[in-house]
């Protein structure tokens, strides 16, 4: 069975320019996570959809970040334009919709973005 | 809101050897779950060991097991007979009882020599 996909793997932009991370989660998760993980940190959650519906964003920044997941299958995260801080690597990962920790979430590799 | 700490950031140890990597954590909830992942270099971040806090009994896997400490909020990990395959980066991570989201800690590099 596969994993979780995602693509690029790494992608390097100038400042203000748009980048876009593509998401394919693990066949039958409804559940799917975007995390931001800093360099020597921790990942943190940025958006999580169950489903088409974006459940948990509050720690999205809606200024230049957004993301879709229109068929309920795979994700887009767009961020637009893109600053120096936002270097990071962007992980996905996909679980099935049971109730906490019963929920295991599958990573996927990242996609490590490098603004110069 | 859950913080979790994770007080070395890096560990070696021999090929062969045991070795515990330390994690305490903040909550006000009763009930929840604590993890470890590993993130080797390839980066893919992979579930090693899970515990439920109502079970008092620590959580094994294979070469891995925990210490928790409820009382103390305390989630350390002993990994026995070290493998040059466990290098990697090691996450602490809590869960609420009923929720989704992972609250993870800085991570410890763990670096295993021949």
């Known amino acids: 069975e596969a994993g979780v996909v995602q693509s690029p793997r790494y992608k390097i932009i100038e400042k203000k320019q748009p980048v876009a991370f593509w998401c394919n989660p693990i066949s039958g998760h409804n559940t799917l996570y975007w995390y931001l993980q800093n360099l020597g940190q921790g990942p943190e959650l940025l958006i999580r959809y169950e489903n088409e519906e974006a459940v948990d964003d509050s720690q999205l920044p809606k200024d230049r970040f957004s993301a879709e997941r229109l068929k309920g299958v795979d994700s887009t995260l767009k961020i637009q334009p893109a600053e120096l801080g936002d270097s990071a690597v962007y992980l996905c990962?996909?679980?099935?919709?049971?109730?906490?920790?019963?929920?295991?979430?599958?990573f996927g590799p990242g996609t490590r973005l490098t603004v110069l | 809101a859950q913080t979790v700490t994770q007080s070395q950031p890096e560990m070696s140890v021999q090929e062969a050897e045991t070795v515990t990597l330390s994690c305490t954590y903040d909550t006000s909830e009763n009930n929840y779950y604590l993890f470890w992942y590993k993130q080797p270099p390839s980066r893919q971040m992979i579930l090693v060991i899970r515990?439920?806090?109502?079970?008092?009994q620590n959580a094994t896997e294979n070469r891995f097991s925990v210490n928790f400490q409820k009382a103390a909020k305390s989630f350390s990990l002993k990994i026995s007979d070290s493998q040059l395959g466990d290098t990697a980066m090691y996450f602490c991570a809590f869960m609420k009882l009923y929720g989704n989201k992972l609250v993870f800690g800085a991570g410890t590099i763990l670096r295993v020599k021949s």
């Open positions: 515990q439920e806090a109502y079970k008092q």
């Open positions: 990962a996909s679980s099935l919709s049971l109730i906490g920790g019963q929920n295991e979430q599958f």
